[in-house]
Structure formats: C-alpha cells, structure tokens
C-alpha cells in the first residue's frame, strides 16, 4: 500500500501506479545507514544549538540508532510501499515516538539531505573499491613476478613487434589500475564536503552549526554554496567516470586473455571453473567471464552517459530529475566490485603456456630493431640503420629464413660491414628482453623494479 506521510497544501495523492513511478525506495533502501547516521547528526546538532530541547534530541538520536540496529538484524523490514528511503525512517521515528519525532526535519530538506547520504554511502564504499583494486594489482604483480623471465611477443596493430616478457605486459595493466586507484582516491578528496544545513536550497533561519554536523560525520569541510549543494551532482559523474575508466581497463585486459585464450595464440589456458562449456558443442572451453566483463564495461560507460545526459539542461537548483543519478551510479559502483574480483580469481588460477610465448617470438623477425640499435651502437645513423634491417628482413625473406640468425656473418656483411661476430648475441629473445633496461622497460630487473614502485603506490592512501 502506498503511503504518504505529508502532502502539505495538496489534498489529492497520485494512485498506486503513479506512486511506483515516482517512488525510489528500491534503489535507495541502501542508503539506509547512512540516512540514520545524517539524521543523528542533524538532531545532535538541533539540540546543540536549541533548536529543539535537548532531551528530545538525545530521544530521537537514540531511536535512531535502535532503528539502525533492527534494520541490521532483520527485525525492522524497510517498507517499499513508501516513497524513498528518508522518508520511511522519518515514518518510524514518529511511529515510534509521536510529536517528538517530529521534530527531526526542522532545517532540513530531502534535498541537503540525499546529498549528505549519497556522499556519506561513497566515503564508505570507494574505500572498499580501492581496495579490491589494490588486490586486484597485487594479483597482476605476483603473477608477473615469477615471469620475469618469460618471454613473450609485444604487439603493436595486433601484429607481433618486439619481444617482451609475460611479466612486463602484467606490469603494463598493473600500471593502469593503480592509476584507477587513485583517481578514486582524488574523487573522494573533493566529495569530502557536507552539503546538510544547505535545506531545500536557501539554508534556514534557524541558527544550524554546519560546521559541527559536517565534524561529526567525518567530512573535511561544509560545501560553500547551498545551492551547488542541493543541485550538482558533478561528484557522481567523477566517480561513475572513475568506475568506467577502470571498467574499460579491465575490458581490455579481458580481450588480450581472449585472444590469447584462442588455439590461434595459445598462450593461456584458463582453469575449468572460470571457463564455460558449450550446450551444443561439447568440446568447447569458452573464455565467458572474460567476455562478460568486457560486455559490462559497455553497461557502465552507459551509467556514466546516462548522468551526464540527466544533468545536462537542469535548471539550478534541486529537480526531481536528480532522483534517476542513483541507479546508474549504484550499478557502476556495483558492476566494478564484480567485475574486479572475477577478473582476479581468473587470472590468478589461470596457466600460462609459456612454451608458446616463447615460440611465438620466433618468425615474425622481432629481432629487426634489436638489428638496428646495433648498427647505431656500432656508429651508423638510425635510419640508415633501419635500412639495413629492413634488407635483411628482406634477404632472410627471400631465402625462405625465419630468423635474421639464421643468415651468415658473411651474408650480413654484404649488406652492412658494421656486422661482426656479436651481432648473434643481440638476436634472440631472450637477450633483447635483457638489454632493454630502460626506465619502464622489459628487462628482468627493470620489470621487478616497477613492480616494486607499484606495490609502494598501490599501498598508498592518497592518490
Ligand atoms: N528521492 C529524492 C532524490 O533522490 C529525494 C529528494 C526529494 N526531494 C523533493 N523535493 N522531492 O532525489
């Protein structure tokens, strides 16, 4: 049954369907906590100042945390026939205490107070994000940790460029999330402003302490415009933003698994339980979770336009508009946290086909630019350097070889004096991956280096 608690100057209410419509409990039911530890604040605050007597206000903070506690242990059922969440705790605390309970809203408006809940339930819940990222990270650096020596193809266009290791591409994605870590962590820096005492929009004559309900509530500081406060909503788009960012990370990271989880590259082989079979194809090993996370990204790039549209043309200050910012922002909230623990309990049980990477390095003369820095060791200018090991590609071609090693010192020759004996321990994999030790590149000790500088900033607290 529909309830309403207070219709003001109108004597008529919308019918059940049209109540649904405007309704947002099912969404923001999970502000729950958040809306009693505001509203403990406010009446604290009321009582401080006089506003209300105080033993009135130390009545009603009471039985407001004895809501919270029903609501935790299941004996208060949160009632989704009202309309949103602020108002079924304001019901139940005159339910429970009559007149006095009554009292809760003097200078406050649903407005200020959606706000301070919205911002409260993100001070809780990114903390727990950057958390599962920094797992998440960790993940990818142990993992890299024991390839620091496995090499493997770099690709650039998709086509195989220069040889790499398993563990300097981890460290790559690793690089990204901490980054997504601490957009986040910059995100919650400028959120952290209390918006209650704003009211409906214009403050209030009654004498509020902003300062004293945003300490209470742990914010760094009251937002300096009523207004702003009631009416942006900039902080939900900079963190749906940071939660699609990351998201499209991951789904990037989710295509290379993909491709490299085809017999076509061969270089992963996920384990059985983060792997789908077919209902028609019975030999089939489907990399779904990969997939699905790389399918959700898009679902959360969608959150993100959704608010930016929703935004986009309201006029200032509060419209009801701003009731729709919640799901999108939930659901990108929600979607990410998903998303980043099945991407992690995949990786981690994953195999690598090491044997395969190694092998993949081989033909696709990964070696040429190894041919070149040589030559421009040896004195010769870099484009005529590449020159040089583009015709030697071309020879090796031309004779049916897949190597440049597989072409005589005296072959070389023809086409570069420079060539000594050497060169052969330039050309394999292996050694080019060990002689690329500059600043963020694949050698073995440089890799364990950013690995290292990862952990130090994944450990962090600020961005
Ligand atoms: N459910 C509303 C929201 O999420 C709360 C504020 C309602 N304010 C109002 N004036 N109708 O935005």
């Not at 409260?120 to 990818?140: A, C, F, N, S, V």
């Amino acid at each position: 049954m529909a309830q309403v608690l207070w219709s003001g100057r109108l004597s008529a209410t919308p019918d059940e369907e049209a109540f649904a419509f405007e309704s947002s409990i099912t969404v923001d039911q999970r502000l729950v906590l958040e809306d009693i530890e505001g509203s403990i604040a406010h009446v604290t605050m009321l009582g401080a100042q006089g506003i209300i007597p105080e033993e009135a206000a130390q009545k009603i903070g009471e039985e407001l945390k004895r809501i919270a506690a029903d609501i935790t242990e299941g004996k208060l059922v949160i009632d989704t026939g009202v309309e949103d969440i602020h108002s079924f705790i304001e019901g139940v605390l005159t339910a429970r205490l009559g007149d006095v309970g009554r009292m809760v809203h003097a200078g406050r408006s649903r407005n200020d107070q959606v706000a301070v809940d919205v911002r409260l339930y993100l001070k809780h819940h990114i903390p727990e994000l950057q958390e599962e990222l920094r797992q998440t990270g960790e993940t990818l650096l142990s993992v890299a940790e024991q390839h620091l020596t496995t090499v493997m193809p770099g690709y650039t266009h998709l086509q195989r460029a220069q040889p790499v290791t398993l563990a300097h591409h981890l460290v790559a994605w690793a690089a990204g999330l901490e980054r997504d870590r601490a957009r986040f962590a910059d995100a919650l820096a400028r959120l952290d402003e209390c918006p209650l005492g704003s009211g409906a929009l214009a403050g209030s004559t009654l004498p509020l302490d902003r300062e004293a309900t945003s300490r209470a509530l742990g914010f760094r500081r009251p937002t300096i415009n009523s207004m702003d406060s009631v009416a942006d909503r900039d902080f939900a788009l900079e963190v749906t933003s940071c939660c699609a960012i990351t998201m499209v990370h991951l789904s990037r990271f989710c295509e290379d698994i993909i491709l490299w989880a085809t017999e076509e590259f061969g270089f992963i082989e996920l384990a059985e339980q983060w792997s789908t079979g077919s209902s028609i194809m019975p030999q089939k090993k489907n990399p779904d979770f990969a997939e699905l996370i790389r399918g959700k990204s898009g679902r959360v790039t969608g959150d993100l336009v959704t608010l930016l549209t929703l935004l986009k043309g309201l006029p200032y200050a509060y419209d009801r508009d701003l009731q729709e910012d919640k799901e999108a922002l939930f659901d990108a909230l929600d979607t990410l946290r998903a998303s980043l623990r099945m991407f992690r309990g995949m990786l981690a049980s994953a195999r690598f086909r090491t044997e395969r990477m190694a092998r993949s390095c081989q033909g696709g003369f990964l070696e040429a630019t190894d041919v070149a820095e040589y030559l421009v060791r040896r004195g010769l200018p870099f484009r005529r350097a590449h020159e040089v090991a583009a015709q030697v590609v071309r020879d090796c071609i031309a004779a049916g070889q897949r190597h440049i090693g597989e072409r005589t010192l005296e072959q070389l020759r023809e086409r570069s004096e420079l060539f000594n004996e050497d060169i052969y321990e330039a050309l394999s994999p292996r050694a080019s991956v060990e002689r690329r030790r500059t600043a963020g590149g694949p050698a073995p000790e440089e890799v364990q280096r950013q690995i290292g500088e990862l952990r130090r900033r994944f450990s962090r607290k600020e961005g």
